[in-house]
């Protein structure tokens, strides 16, 4: 939760996930309904992480930028939420 006097910068947008950084020094990545806060090292950790998946799976980085493309929905992905 922000507490008060909190204001939120946006980091990156991307058509399911968002990670703001708050005034106060936290970083927030928002999926859908579920929001994690986390230290910049964590952050950076998880990115690192999701990079190697994505590398495993054999999707380029580069396929993956979120310009021109449609907001995807959790529907279309499992059935729930949309962001």
Same mark, same amino acid.
């Given at each position: 939760?922000? @507490?008060? @006097? &909190?204001?939120?910068?946006?980091?990156?947008?991307?058509?399911?996930?968002?990670?703001?950084?708050?005034? &106060?020094?936290?970083?927030?990545?928002?999926?859908?309904?579920?929001?994690?806060?986390?230290?910049?090292?964590?952050?950076?950790?998880?990115?690192?992480?999701?990079?190697?998946?994505?590398?495993?799976?054999?999707?380029?980085?580069?396929?993956?930028?979120?310009?021109?493309?449609?907001?995807?929905?959790?529907?279309?992905?499992?059935? @729930?939420?949309?962001?």
């Amino acid at each position: 939760m922000v @507490g008060q @006097g &909190c204001g939120k910068t946006v980091l990156a947008r991307g058509p399911c996930a968002e990670v703001t950084r708050c005034s &106060c020094g936290h970083i927030h990545l928002a999926m859908g309904p579920v929001t994690i806060r986390v230290e910049e090292e964590v952050l950076r950790a998880i990115g690192m992480t999701v990079a190697e998946a994505l590398q495993q799976l054999g999707t380029p980085l580069e396929s993956l930028s979120n310009e021109d493309t449609e907001p995807l929905t959790m529907s279309a992905l499992a059935g @729930g939420w949309k962001q």
